[in-house]
């Protein structure tokens, strides 16, 4: 992530440099009526491009606006070959916790609602929550084995979002998944574990169980709490 914050930082700055550039000169002298317009170098037309593409990027991430003096001021310090005000491990750190401040504002409701939803469910009798804040409900009850952190298993699941969105399901693929229990997210490698095989489990994962501040690809939001149905058919390869 910071390799790309980064990335997507200079190519921005690109962008504001053409920008200031722009509106700095002078007005121009006026030009009597049809005459060719100015045409704009190889370097001009890839500078603007770079700059547009980065920004793009930048405002889709919620970045609404940056200091433009000091974002022309680290462009030129790395091109010309000047002393840095901070260095790499420093900027990546600060872009981090810029980015993070911005998407915790942009899905606080997000958030809020995930919270409310698993403070509602817990007062149902059926569910259990776990001192993590994972939350289960027994659909059907199992008599195997229960699996260890370290095992692989195989599984059927269903996920979807606390409005009801699905984003996957090996049900609709019409096959099961086998996977290692440690290489999934913590409110999985917890739950299964708690699992006899043959049983299947509805398990509420608060975001810090599942894919936290960032969330995974376009289907799931940065924190978002996440239903599972998950039904545990065997232990081992």
Not at 100 to 118: P, V
Request: net charge positive.
């Amino acid at each position: 992530m910071i390799q790309k914050a980064l990335l997507t930082l200079g190519l921005s700055a690109c962008c504001v440099l053409a920008t200031n550039a722009q509106n700095t000169k002078k007005p121009a002298a006026q030009k009597p009526a049809g005459a060719p317009a100015k045409t704009l170098t190889e370097l001009d037309s890839a500078s603007y491009s770079f700059g547009m593409k980065i920004a793009q990027g930048l405002k889709s991430d919620g970045v609404q606006a940056l200091n433009y003096d000091l974002l022309k001021q680290g462009m030129q310090d790395v091109f010309t070959g000047k002393t840095l005000v901070v260095n790499d491990e420093q900027a990546g750190q600060t872009i981090n916790q810029f980015l993070q401040k911005i998407s915790k504002a942009k899905y606080a409701a997000l958030e809020e609602a995930g919270k409310k939803f698993l403070e509602e469910n817990k007062k149902n009798p059926k569910i259990t929550t776990t001192a993590s804040g994972l939350q289960y409900e027994v659909l059907q009850p199992g008599t195997g084995v229960k699996p260890k952190a370290t095992d692989t298993v195989t599984v059927h699941y269903k996920g979807t979002l606390v409005d009801g969105t699905q984003f996957d399901s090996s049900y609709d693929r019409g096959e099961p998944i086998t996977l290692p229990l440690d290489g999934v997210i913590k409110g999985w490698t917890e739950g299964v574990q708690l699992m006899p095989v043959g049983a299947k489990y509805r398990f509420y994962i608060p975001y810090q169980l599942g894919y936290g501040e960032r969330g995974a690809g376009q289907d799931i939001p940065p924190f978002s709490t996440l239903i599972f149905d998950i039904e545990l058919l065997k232990v081992g390869k």
